[in-house]
Nanobody, 114 residues
Framework: QVQLVESGGGLVQAGGSLRLSCAYS????????MGWYRQAPGKQRELVAG???????NYADSVKGRFTISRDNAKNTVYLQMNNLKPEDTAVYYC????????WGQGTQVTVSS
């Protein structure tokens, strides 16, 4: 079974913070780079942050300095700490491998009000 379960989204005011979690099953996710993706209404899904099995990270310019990706390989979990949130961060957030696996989880909704 290959599975991805995202959680931690919600409604927050601009400037606030959220911590997203992604629990995964399947060896493909343990041995690959993992990423957080997001999709806003009318927009294509985009990569927000990535992390290698060893912990090296990279970020989209739009979130650099505000978001932090991390992973706990022993717990099969990837996290995304989101600080100083902006209305333009509003989207459904997904986790997946990078390059992404063909199946996606349900995602978790993040809504940032002004």
């Amino acid at each position: 079974q290959v599975q991805l379960v995202e959680s931690g989204g919600g409604l927050v005011q601009a400037g606030g913070s959220l911590r997203l979690s992604c629990a995964y099953s399947g060896s493909i996710f343990r041995i690959n780079t993992m990423g957080w993706y997001r999709q806003a209404p009318g927009k294509q899904r985009e990569l927000v942050a990535g992390i290698t099995p060893a912990g090296s990270t990279n970020y989209a310019d739009s979130v650099k300095g505000r978001f932090t990706i991390s992973r706990d390989n022993a717990k099969n979990t990837v996290y995304l700490q989101m600080n100083n949130l902006k209305p333009e961060d509003t989207a459904v957030y997904y986790c997946n491998a990078k390059p992404f696996f063909t199946s996606w989880g349900q995602g978790t909704q993040v809504t940032v009000s002004s």
